[in-house]
């Protein structure tokens, strides 16, 4: 199965930024899309952005549209949220996670790491 591990999480000031990794190990053959997702306290896991492992099409919800981008090096088996002008909403625990098809459910998930953005 596909192992991930998620870096880079921190505190930041407003307005910071933050780059978060994710390195997959593994059949990273059978990845599709991976995904960034965060939870806040108390609230429901939302998407965050999406990229597609070969031909790197990415997605964003719309919280994060223009100041986050997320991008893969295939070469290091990592995928990378880039973060700017971050949000005290921001803070949350931030997942990566695979699938195997465009339809699938994603099925393989890291372990979190933590980003707080103060006011």
């Known amino acids: 199965q596909v192992q991930l591990v998620e870096s880079g999480g921190g505190l930041v000031q407003a307005g910071g930024s933050l780059r978060l990794s994710c390195a997959a190990s593994g059949p990273t053959f059978t990845i599709y899309t991976v995904g960034w997702f965060r939870q806040a306290p108390g609230k429901e896991r939302d998407f965050v952005a999406s990229i597609t492992w070969s031909s790197a099409r990415s997605y964003y919800a719309d919280s994060v549209k223009g100041r986050f981008t997320i991008s893969r090096d295939n070469s290091k088996s990592t995928v990378y949220l880039r973060m700017n002008t971050l949000k005290p909403e921001d803070t949350a625990v931030y997942y990566c996670?695979?699938?195997?098809?465009?339809?699938?459910?994603?099925?393989?998930w890291g372990q979190g790491t933590h980003v707080t953005v103060s006011s």
């Open positions: 996670a695979t699938r195997n098809c465009e339809r699938c459910n994603y099925d393989y």
